[in-house]
């Protein structure tokens, strides 16, 4: 049996009709960017997510470089963000000139570590970027309370967390995007709401910084000629938006599809002692972005289940403070403890929507098989 880290055809060929009617609209109207379906799926948007203003861009990375812009930080500004996250995190950061100051994770959860982000505030802080790492969303009660007691701003990176939900004190559920002062999404095609190439967004319920932030992706302008200043090309195509428009009418489904493989894996997996499942927090409703487990040989591991025919993942390989990219910042071994463990234990195990029962007790009976008959 071939079981894939996702299938993007099989979900492709579920709404193909749909899709196929979509872009033919698109090429129809021969407004390719920043057409009626951007417009569209900016309103459908933000009405997912519960938040009054969307702004479509050309991807997640540049989506969080606007966000960080548009609150005004530059050169001189330190902002906080975990230490386990794609580099994009990271990058946008840098790009705006500021520095970024790594935070280490939690062992459990994978998602920043609020004590830590405590310890790495100095004056020069502005913004905490806490990743809702593989589709659980961070602390953000502790996370709110930190900004809120040293008046930094908050900008959620939700790439991976598209109706993600948590619950706050109050005892409310809310999505993912609807916490910070301003939120960014990746549309990347293997997200959960993913694209037929690269798009973001920017959620936020400051008009302001919505109008700021959609100026700064097209040329720092609203109107023809008229900049206002010196911003960016990042703009949604027509393409990316229709296809979109037709694949946010099944996320809540798709969503739901990756909850019940992931019940799956925990009830399949519940016994096997050389492995740590995920932790779901209480007050989290995941949408499994990725299903990470910790492995004891997690090398080893990897390489059978390829053997077997099947995909797995690691997110991430290399913690980012220890990439040769922030070898600049001259951290030590051993400064995040939590984050530079997990990389070497963590496997992303395949998980999407179209996965069927098989393919999932192929996958629990082959790592069975790795401890027992193997090891
Ligand atoms: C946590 C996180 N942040 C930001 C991004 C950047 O998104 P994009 O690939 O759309 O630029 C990604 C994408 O992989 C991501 O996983």
Redesign the pocket.
């Known amino acids: 049996m071939i079981v894939p880290f996702l299938d993007l055809k099989k979900q492709t060929s579920s709404i193909r009709y749909e899709i196929d009617m979509a872009v033919k609209r698109v090429i129809d109207s021969a407004s390719f960017i920043q057409g009626k379906e951007v417009v569209e799926l900016e309103d459908k948007f933000s009405k997912l997510v519960g938040v009054p203003y969307t702004v479509s861009v050309g991807?997640?990375?540049?989506?969080?470089f606007i966000a960080l812009k548009s609150l005004g930080i530059g050169q001189g500004d330190e902002v906080i963000t975990a230490a386990n996250?794609?580099i994009?995190?990271s990058e946008?950061i840098t790009a705006t000139g500021a520095k970024v100051v790594f935070a280490d994770v939690c062992p459990d959860s994978y998602n920043i570590n609020p004590d830590d982000v405590e310890r790495k505030i100095s004056n020069k802080t502005k913004v905490l970027v806490p990743?809702h790492?593989y589709g659980q969303m961070a602390e953000m009660d502790r996370v709110l309370k930190i900004a809120e007691d040293n008046k930094l701003f908050v900008v959620e990176?939700a790439?991976?967390a598209h109706l993600s939900r948590y619950k706050g004190r109050n005892g409310a559920w809310k999505n993912a995007g609807s916490f910070g002062n301003m939120a960014?999404f990746?549309?990347?095609p293997g997200?959960n709401l993913g694209a037929f190439g690269?798009?973001?967004a920017i959620v936020t319920d400051d008009i302001e910084l919505a109008n700021k932030a959609k100026m700064f992706a097209n040329h720092g302008r609203l109107s023809k000629f008229k900049h206002e200043f010196e911003g960016f090309n990042s703009r949604m195509d027509s393409i990316q938006a229709a296809v979109l428009n037709v694949k946010i009418n099944y996320l809540s489904q798709w969503n739901e599809e990756r909850k019940q493989v992931a019940l799956k894996y925990f009830d399949c997996l519940k016994n096997v002692v050389e492995i740590k499942l995920p932790k779901v927090n209480e007050n989290c409703d995941p949408v499994w972005h990725l299903f990470v487990i910790q492995a004891e040989k997690r090398n080893e591991l990897q390489s059978f289940l390829k053997n077997s025919g099947i995909s797995t993942g690691i997110h991430y390989p290399v913690a980012l403070p220890n990439l040769p990219a922030y070898k600049y910042l001259k951290h030590k071994p051993g400064d995040f403890p939590v984050a530079s463990l997990l990389a070497t234990q963590i496997l992303s195990l395949p998980l999407f929507p179209e996965m069927t029962n098989q393919q999932i007790e192929y996958v629990c009976s082959n790592i069975k098989k790795f401890y027992t008959e193997v090891v």
């Not at 991807?59 to 969080?64: E, H, S, V």
């Open positions: 991807n997640g990375t540049d989506a969080l996250s794609f994009a995190t946008a990743v790492l990176d790439a991976q960014i990746s549309f990347y997200k690269d798009a973001g």
